[in-house]
């Protein structure tokens, strides 16, 4: 599929936690290799530098992600890196450019058809956050375990000949505060956008893929590479959509074994049809 690419006007991903045993990096390292766009949006969280700090853990697909990044910047994507709190660290270099990605703090994307876009992580609208910084990391720790359960887990289901599911997912969404606390953020990041009179907001951070109306701004979140594998992508004529890129990656795992299994004139057949 790298032969012929996914073409978008616009990605955003975000909350990729390089540097976590949690991270997807070969799931998401398909992905940038089958899309191309005339802009990339790295919407925080891309190296996890609270997780960095307790331990040292990266793989060479963590590698790959970085480079295949950076050897689109030089290629021409436009590609802006906005910081989120994982890695804040960031944060000093604020209107600088590292190689050819740019770094701010929060950009207004027009998209196509002429909205105007809030891009922005979204962690300042995270009250234990902003207000309660131990009890941020303490969670991030537990989150951590569950991920690390979730990885053994879903070793089992593929030796099993199944697919990806997430069980930190499934935990968060089944626990009721959690969901208050997503409601309550997601109103929060929207009404942002309206008091300065914007169409709408792109965010990350609490790893949920949506995009809604909220009393009439357009909220999209970009979902996460450990739990959701989800990227937001912008069509050439502005329409925005939530592209899950696991149910791609599993299309084309299916497609070649079908076509390696297949006696060669029938995969020939396949192709043509």
Request: contains cysteine; proline residues 1%.
């Amino acid at each position: 599929m790298a032969d012929n690419p996914l073409k978008f006007r616009s990605i955003w991903i975000s909350d990729l936690h390089l540097g976590t045993s949690g991270c997807q990096a070969e799931y998401l390292l398909d992905f940038l290799k089958n899309t191309e766009a005339e802009y990339l949006y790295l919407v925080g969280d891309i190296i996890d530098g609270w997780a960095l700090k307790r331990s040292w853990y990266w793989q060479q697909s963590h590698n790959d992600v970085i480079q295949k990044v950076l050897r689109k910047a030089r290629k021409g994507t436009h590609v802006i890196y906005i910081p989120g709190n994982h890695d804040e660290g960031a944060r000093q270099f604020l209107g600088l450019m590292f190689g050819d990605i740019r770094i701010e703090d929060e950009v207004v994307h027009t998209t196509a058809d002429g909205r105007r876009m809030l891009v922005l992580h979204g962690d300042r609208f995270d009250g234990v956050v902003q207000c309660a910084r131990w009890l941020a990391i303490v969670g991030d720790r537990l989150y951590g375990i569950t991920l690390k359960l979730n990885y053994w887990f879903n070793r089992a289901r593929a030796r099993m000949g199944l697919g990806y599911w997430s069980l930190s997912q499934y935990l968060k969404h089944k626990v009721k505060k959690a969901v208050n606390f997503v409601s309550s953020f997601e109103q929060a990041v929207a009404l942002e956008a309206k008091t300065r009179g914007l169409d709408g907001v792109i965010c990350g951070h609490i790893h949920k893929a949506e995009m809604r109306d909220i009393d009439g701004v357009l909220y999209c979140n970009d979902g996460d590479w450990v739990e959701s594998l989800t990227a937001l992508v912008e069509l050439p004529n502005g329409e925005l959509k939530i592209l899950t890129w696991q149910k791609f990656f599993a299309e084309q795992a299916a497609q070649i074994n079908s076509l390696t299994a297949a006696p060669t004139g029938a995969g020939l057949q396949g192709i043509a049809a």
